[in-house]
């Protein structure tokens, strides 16, 4: 029931800065588990940032320090702020939404996905 919808990604310079943001739908998301997830061609998935229904965060190395993940509950949308952008942060990046721990567990959601490519 629930659906997840990025945006906010395209072509930007080394240095430079991008907000991407996922809002949900079908379902209030305050008290699920989320996070940002990344793709580059030929790799595999990993974890970007996550943060908490509590709001506690995490980040993986090489975005600590750049990228800063948050959430509006309010408004069902979360947000990824990406500063100093360098070209390896180029990939697809989606939106995760985790239903396991809610009052009715359910399953992991996935948005499909926003374009960043960071490239002189």
């Known amino acids: 029931q629930v659906q997840l919808v990025e945006s906010g990604g395209g072509l930007v310079q080394p240095g430079g800065s991008l907000r991407l943001s996922c809002v949900g739908s079908?379902?209030?998301?305050?008290?699920?588990?989320m996070g940002w997830y990344r793709q580059a061609p030929g790799k595999q998935r990993e974890l970007v940032a996550a943060i908490t229904a509590g709001e506690m965060t995490n980040y993986a190395d090489s975005a600590k320090g750049r990228f800063t993940i948050s959430r509006d509950n309010a408004k069902n949308i979360m947000y990824l702020q990406m500063n100093s952008l360098k070209p390896e942060d180029t990939a697809v990046y989606y939106c995760n939404a985790d239903g396991r721990r809610v009052v009715i567990p359910g399953r992991i959601f996935w948005g499909q996905g926003t374009q960043v490519t960071v490239s002189s």
């Open positions: 079908g379902s209030i998301l305050n008290a699920y588990d």
